[in-house]
């Protein structure tokens, strides 16, 4: 991924990311130059639908329900 000096890289959050869906959408931002962190109980996610992206510098996966409080920084 090529990011030119001077931009910002936008982040995003995606929660149930380690879904079918989501998993796919973590691709897509990753492709279009995000900063993704993924967040999932995987009550029905799997870490085999993350485990190809787990470690780009630019996804991060945080294990926890999203009905509970959580403070991202």
Avoid: P, Q, W, Y
């Avoid at 079918?20 to 009550?43: T, Y």
């Amino acid at each position: 991924m090529k990011i030119e000096l001077g931009m910002k890289m936008k982040n995003a959050l995606v929660t149930g990311g380690a879904g079918f869906i989501g998993s796919h959408l973590c691709d897509f931002l990753l492709n279009k130059g995000f900063r993704v962190i993924c967040i999932d109980n995987l009550i029905t996610g799997s870490m085999g639908n993350i485990k190809h992206i787990k470690k780009n510098k630019n996804f991060k996966f945080v294990r926890h329900d999203i009905s509970r409080h959580i403070k991202i920084s």
